[in-house]
């Protein structure tokens, strides 16, 4: 450490500055991996529940599905009347600095149908509704495993990085300070020492 820093008043002053900008970043660091973790469990519980929901989801609009086909005979030819749903948009949100997706679909006026009503029944409807629960279960959940993976890599990150600080940089700033502190006592009591045989010697030669 003697050979990488001189023992001076001013690079004392610029390792304690040094080691008080580096816990300053730590405790950011912690705060932040804290608030991301808390963020990340709270959409892993939403996450649980909507894949304990959506395979029934799917399942009850399958089955809807098959009821059309019996009441109506196959529904594929009607089914191609029904425009492609594009209305899925995404925009971003903001967690300590981490952009996660928002994703949102069109919302359909209650009673609304984008077909003729003269050619379905209701059976063919109620179809039509389980698979648009099923399409917002499955917006949703992909809007929330895409923001877990992302705070996942995020937390991974600030982690190395409040490592870092913590066991790195921190006890480095440190003993360069107390390297210098003791070196500047040291040469102070020397200074108080020679300072105290000159005025020794002063007196002597004035008696």
């Known amino acids: 450490m003697a050979e990488q820093i001189f023992p001076t008043k001013g690079n004392l002053i610029k ?19 804290n608030i991301l973790i808390r963020e990340m469990v709270n959409l892993t519980d939403e996450a649980k529940r909507l894949r304990s929901t959506i395979d029934e989801t799917y399942t009850a609009a ?10 109506m005979g196959v529904v594929s030819e009607i ?5 492609v749903d594009d209305s899925i948009e995404m ?3 903001s967690v300590m600095g981490v952009e996660l997706p928002r994703l949102s679909a069109g ?12 050619r379905t029944n209701s059976s063919f ?28 890599v995020s937390i991974k990150r600030t982690q190395k990085r409040a ?8 006890p480095k700033f440190r003993g360069y300070v107390s390297y210098i502190s003791n070196a500047l006592e040291e040469k102070e009591r020397e200074e108080f020492s020679r300072q ?5 010697a002063k007196l002597k030669k004035e008696q």
């Open 107 to 118: 919302q359909r006026r209650e009673g609304e149908f984008p077909y003729g009503m003269m």
């Open 15 to 33: 390792m304690k500055r040094s080691l008080k900008q580096a816990q300053l970043g730590y405790e950011l660091m912690d705060r932040k991996r």
């Open 79 to 83: 089914s191609k009347t029904i425009p």
């Open 125 to 152: 409807d109620d179809a039509y509704l389980c698979f648009n629960r099923a399409k917002d279960i499955t917006v949703r959940l992909a809007e929330i495993e895409n923001s877990i993976y992302r705070l996942a």
């Open 196 to 200: 105290k045989v000159i005025k020794k």
């Open 163 to 170: 490592n870092a600080l913590k066991n790195i940089m921190i």
């Open 62 to 71: 399958y089955k809807a599905l098959q009821r059309a086909n019996i009441s």
């Open 91 to 93: 925009s971003v949100r």
